[in-house]
């Protein structure tokens, strides 16, 4: 485990509000409400409900009471420098956020991004060692419009912050909204130079797959469903698959660890990445995810270099800086032979 500890790590999948473990939340709950006001002890109480494994439906609640608070500017702002300490901690040397842009009475979808893109350049100056990228999150549960709008905030913050936003991820409860209703907006973001990540085969749907396959991305999240003839495509297209072991076991998409669809991926030699996609929500961190599957699949050392190699090529960073995420790879391998 130190090893994979030690390991410069490269985290592609993590949602911005899932990301903060407990302990996190509670230093948050501090930051929002105060040390031993009633507001945070509530807080205190209602994390203990929430603090066990749950079904997917039960998952996307949790979320909505992260959002709570997350929901004014100073929220808002610790969550996304914390995030990016806990990654920073457990020596995760590049990560790609996403987060959802959203209104309520404290802010617009703008300032959202906005501070969300302050405080990861802030977070940059504290946290040196972590390079961090932003994704617009479109939730499909959510209206078109808002997906439109969205996209053109993304597009607006690539102009002037393209070293941080880079990408659009499609996302949200996957029984909800029907994928060819976001294409339009989806198209226009990827003719426009920005990545596309996007939640496909998360829960059973063949027509759905086969359209999100059809249009194309540059990431897959999950994949759970894909089948062997999906995988196929992804090797030939080159699209790797992002793999959450404890998001989908616990949220019972996948019944078990040994049933995870990482190890068909890895006999059909298919790209693939490890990532924690909410590691607060699921209690987990990268480090742990790796250590999973040595665990369960027999990855030994070199495999988990090799993982760690192909997540900074799928990255949606420049060229020089998945260049200089490789020297740190061999200089780890440098000490640790
Ligand atoms: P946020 O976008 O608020 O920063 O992060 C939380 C949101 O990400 C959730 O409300 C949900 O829309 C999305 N999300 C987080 N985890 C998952 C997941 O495993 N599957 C899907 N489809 N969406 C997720």
Redesign the pocket.
């Known amino acids: 485990l130190d090893f994979l500890k030690e390991l410069p790590k490269v985290e592609l999948h993590a949602?911005?509000?899932?990301s903060l473990s407990i302990s996190t939340l509670r230093d948050l709950g501090e930051k929002v409400y105060g040390e031993n006001t009633e507001e945070f002890l509530e807080l205190c109480a209602r994390f203990i409900k929430f603090d066990r494994n749950s079904k997917?439906e039960e998952?996307?609640e949790k979320?909505?009471f992260?959002?709570e608070l997350?929901s004014t500017e100073k929220g808002l702002r610790y969550a996304t420098e914390f995030a990016i300490r806990d990654f920073a901690q457990d020596n995760v040397q590049y990560v790609e956020?996403?987060?959802?842009p959203?209104a309520n009475s404290h802010y617009t979808r703008r300032e959202y991004l906005h501070y969300v893109v302050e405080s990861i350049r802030s977070a940059q100056t504290k946290y040196p060692k972590i390079m961090v990228k932003l994704l617009a999150?479109i939730?499909?549960?959510e209206p078109v419009a808002v997906a439109e709008e969205t996209v053109s905030l993304a597009l607006e913050f690539a102009k002037t912050d393209g070293d941080i936003v880079v990408g659009i991820d499609l996302?949200?409860?996957?029984a909800r909204g029907k994928f060819s209703d976001f294409i339009p907006a989806l198209r226009s973001a990827r003719e426009q130079g920005l990545k596309l990540a996007i939640?496909c085969a998360?829960i059973e749907n063949p027509s759905e797959i086969k359209e999100m396959l059809a249009f194309g991305m540059s990431r897959c999240?999950?994949g759970t469903y894909l089948s062997k003839d999906d995988l196929t495509h992804m090797k030939r297209h080159n699209i790797p698959v992002e793999c959450?072991l404890t998001?989908n076991v616990k949220?019972g998409t996948v019944s078990s660890y040994e049933e995870h669809h990482l190890k068909q991926l890895m006999e059909a030699e298919a790209p693939k990445v490890l990532c924690t996609?909410?590691s607060g929500?699921f209690d987990t961190t990268l480090s742990m995810e790796f250590h999973l599957a040595t665990q369960t699949f027999g990855l030994n050392r070199s495999q988990c270099i090799e993982l760690t190699k192909e997540a900074v090529h799928h990255s949606f960073a420049s060229s020089e800086e998945k260049q200089k995420m490789l020297i740190k790879l061999e200089e780890f391998l440098k000490r640790n032979p």
Not at 15 to 18: F, V
Not at 97 to 100: H, S
């Open positions: 949602h911005l509000n899932g997917l998952c996307f979320f909505a992260v959002h997350t956020l996403r987060t959802t959203k999150s939730n499909r549960a996302s949200g409860n996957p939640h998360e999240g999950h959450c998001s949220s996609d909410d929500v």
